[in-house]
């Protein structure tokens, strides 16, 4: 799947030093899902912040929805991993504004 929004989100996140192995975004059923891998063992490291300031500075201005989701590992305070999840639908608009700008 690659579209504008993708690499746009690429490029900023490679240009504030953080490793690509840290994201995977794929598509499942009607939905974009965007992994962010969290490497602390308390807390949220740097590069998850980064990314999730990156999305915000990217999604938020155009009021699309989307849902945050967390993975905790059991009996502890760990953060595994963030997903946020988008509908297929407001992931073309989004890659349409790309396109058009």
């Keep these: 799947m690659k579209s504008l929004f993708k690499t746009a989100f690429q490029s900023m996140y ?10 995977r975004i794929e598509a499942v059923e009607d939905l974009v899902v965007i992994n962010f891998k969290n490497t602390f063992e308390e807390g949220l490291d740097p590069d998850c912040a980064t990314l999730l300031n990156i999305f915000l500075q990217l999604v938020v201005p155009y009021g699309l929805r989307y849902s945050f989701h967390y993975a905790t590992v059991p009996e502890s305070n760990k953060i595994e991993h963030i997903s946020i999840i988008i509908e297929q639908r407001e ?5 349409n504004v790309f396109k058009e700008s």
């Design 91 to 95: 992931y073309a608009k989004l890659d």
């Design 14 to 23: 490679k240009l504030q030093g953080v490793a690509p192995r840290s994201v």
